[in-house]
């Protein structure tokens, strides 16, 4: 009996040993994961639903938010919903309420301290209890220079290169959102006459600063309504939308008005414009008829401008 109980009792002096070193290893393991978490670069969170509080916030976040986050985040369970962009707003509300689809990263812009809006990834898990949702734990990371780099590729794809307005491409992309759309529509064809000659004669760099300044011209006239775009070597266009046939008729004369303002004061670059231009009170699947016709009726401007001149040496 003695020696089953010695037997015994060191079976239990082993198991404790055992339990004690794998919770030192635990510890161990705790805090180097709990120091990757601190020193991360990332955003790590745990949110409670029932309290409407963080438990806790990687220090991490006040290096894209600010100092002081961390402290209001965990004071004020309304502020989530008041640094969220307004816009993305929706997203928080699916989160708690556990309508997101988790499964998928969900993009966010939140407000830092400056008043400015950093983008951020996030990749979020929904933490259950009794099938009931009561917290929601987390990963963000900072975008802003993807987002960055992302908008200044699809600023590159959209605008000439030269003139800085938008490009062809563009136009064609315009162009089919428009004979989709049903909508007051004109198409104003520009064609930069003499360009040749200036390129024959003075240089093409003169040439190039020729089209820079009518480019800046034609997009003075730029809005949410006025699409202006270089589709050509010497070719601009401007697509009209939610006008009457009057005003875009009133912006031709404008534009004349203004060429002939500038050559006034730019003598020695003085330019000169064929145009024509097309209209429609329902886009819907007229924009090739109405490009067909604003094209043709520029090239019958640039030939009467000819023949009047041609006339005019005659004479």
């Given amino acids: 009996m003695k020696l089953t109980g010695i037997i015994l009792l060191a079976v239990v002096v082993v198991l404790q040993v055992g339990i004690i070193i794998r919770q030192l290893k635990w510890k161990r393991n705790f805090k180097t994961i709990f120091n990757l978490i601190e020193s991360s670069k990332d955003v790590v969170y745990h949110y409670e639903l029932s309290k409407m509080k963080f438990k806790y916030i990687s220090p991490s976040i006040e290096t894209f938010l600010g100092k002081g986050v961390i402290e209001e985040a965990i004071v004020n369970p309304k502020a989530p919903f008041e640094r969220v962009h307004p816009d993305d707003h929706e997203i928080l509300m699916k989160k708690i309420k556990g309508d997101l689809d988790y499964s998928q990263t969900h993009i966010q812009r939140w407000k830092d301290t400056s008043g400015n809006y950093r983008w951020f990834e996030e990749y979020s898990t929904p933490i259950y209890e009794n099938g009931q949702l009561v917290a929601i734990q987390g990963i963000m990371r900072n975008i802003d220079e993807k987002v960055k780099l992302q908008e200044e590729l699809e600023y590159r794809i959209h605008h000439d290169p030269l003139t800085d307005i938008y490009n062809r491409a563009y136009f064609e992309k315009k162009f089919q959102e428009l004979n989709i759309a049903n909508v007051p529509a004109a198409l104003i064809v520009c064609d930069l006459d003499d360009l040749k000659y200036v390129n024959d004669h003075f240089g093409h760099k ?34 009209v939308t939610d006008h009457s046939e009057h005003q875009v008729s009133q912006l031709l004369v404008d534009l004349h008005r203004e060429i002939a303002l500038f050559n006034s004061t730019h003598p020695k670059a003085s330019m000169k414009m064929s145009v024509g231009y097309s209209y429609t009170t329902n886009s819907a ?18 030939v009467t401008k000819k023949s009047r001149i041609i006339d005019e040496l005659i004479v």
């Fill in 206 to 239: 003169a040439g190039d600063e020729r089209i820079k300044d009518f480019a800046k011209l034609l997009d003075q006239h730029a809005s949410d309504s006025i699409t202006v775009a270089r589709i050509g070597g010497d070719e601009f266009i401007l697509v």
């Fill in 285 to 302: 699947g007229q924009m090739d008829r109405l490009f067909s016709q604003a094209d043709q009726n520029m090239y019958m401007d640039k």
